[in-house]
């Protein structure tokens, strides 16, 4: 095997890039295929773990009802999946983002959102009729504390009627969750329950329940930690897709390792490494007299 | 496809076929971080890829035959 020359400039630093990015110590390195072939390579594996896992393989933390309310578990995979580097590190801020006061159960910003659900009449579901709009919806003062009221503009799914519902907060008894699903969490629809209040356009006889969801920004909810039921989900839909999605984002992760390796100390064989100052090293031989 | 296999095997054919640019992966990374010369990188993984791709398809035709009659 021919032995070739690498400049490995500062091996620290390229070993760090390595790790931020994928291949950048290779690139900074000048050694541009092996940068290039390690950037695609494990940002691909790394991206198409993400995606057969609906974006949600990476997680610090998980959740789990248990007595007392909800535990938190740690994700040993991740450990695996930090060694992505960047890709990996929105992670640990939702993870701190998820904790925080700002993620809560109260409407804390106006939402004015499109919309997919059903009406029904009460927990009904033969009197159910989809429903596609825009939803607006606010914070009041009221008497127990946050109310929320807004209007529902859109159609029928079905038969396509136009509709423009009032709606209120549904009365506690008739809730069957939170009426606005909390601001940051793993899934992209956060979900919505609210009373239609009055019909002021629409057919007669529509129900009062209304349920559906409305479109969590990407930032509120990507590498955001899981909780129970959504992990139950994402199992029980994509069964070994979503084992798969993990274990590639955690192959993705070792594979690094050999390119912040290759960063630091250049590849195993064929190669005489070159000082930082680019100069060849002496070869090996006898200590000189 | 489920005329040409068992369904249960069928079923399992679209999981099994990510082995493939798992492994091209695998293959590439590795004799990337061997190496330095491209072409020697092409040709090693090329040769791993080949080697582990025929143990992965052989444990499966063993699995298969061990369990056909189940």
């Known amino acids: 095997m021919p032995t070739v020359t690498v ?27 092996k940068g290039i072939l390690f950037l695609v390579c494990i940002l691909g594996m790394f991206g198409l773990g993400i995606n057969m ?3 949600r393989p990476v997680y610090v933390n998980y959740y789990v009802a248990g007595e007392g309310g909800l535990l938190k578990k740690r994700n040993y995979g991740y450990l695996s999946q930090m060694l992505v580097g ?65 209007h529902l503009v859109g159609t029928l799914v079905e038969t396509g009627e136009p509709i423009d519902l009032k709606l209120s907060q549904p009365p506690r008894e008739r809730l069957d969750s939170i009426p606005v699903g909390l601001r940051i969490s793993a899934d992209p629809k956060r979900h919505v329950q ?46 070994k897709r979503w084992e798969l999605a993990m274990v590639l984002t955690w192959l993705a992760g070792l594979l690094n390792i050999l390119a912040i390796w290759d960063a630091f100390e250049g590849p195993a064989y064929g190669i005489r490494p070159a000082t930082a100052r680019g100069e060849d090293r002496e070869p090996p031989g006898p200590a000189p007299q | 496809m489920s005329t040409l296999f068992p369904p ?37 993984s090329c040769r791993l890829f080949s080697q582990i791709s025929v143990f992965l398809v052989g444990i499966l035709l063993l699995l298969y035959v061990l369990t056909v009659k189940l």
Do not use: H
């Open chain 1, 194 to 239: 609210m009373w239609v209040d009055q019909v002021q356009q629409g057919p007669e006889g529509l129900g009062e329940n209304l349920i559906g969801s409305v479109a969590r920004p990407l930032r509120n909810w990507y590498q955001v930690p899981l909780q129970d039921n959504e992990l139950q989900d994402l199992n029980g839909r994509l069964g």
């Open chain 1, 53 to 55: 896992g609906e974006g």
């Open chain 2, 8 to 44: 249960l095997l069928a079923s399992q054919i679209p999981t099994l076929f990510y082995m493939f640019p798992v492994t091209a992966v695998i293959a590439l990374v590795y004799s990337a971080s061997r190496y330095e010369d491209a072409g020697a990188i092409l040709r090693k």
């Open chain 1, 86 to 150: 960047a890709a990996a590190m929105p992670a640990i801020i939702q993870s701190s983002r998820f904790e925080s006061e700002e993620n809560t159960w109260r409407l804390t910003q106006p939402i004015d959102e499109p919309f997919e659900g059903v009406v029904r009449a009460g927990r009904d579901v033969a009197s159910q009729q989809a429903v596609r709009g825009r939803i607006s919806l606010n914070a009041v003062p009221g008497s127990g504390g946050q109310q929320i009221e807004g």
């Open chain 1, 7 to 33: 400049d490995l400039k500062t091996p620290w630093l390229a070993a760090l890039l390595s790790w931020a990015i994928p291949g950048a110590g290779q690139i900074y390195q000048k050694r541009y295929f």
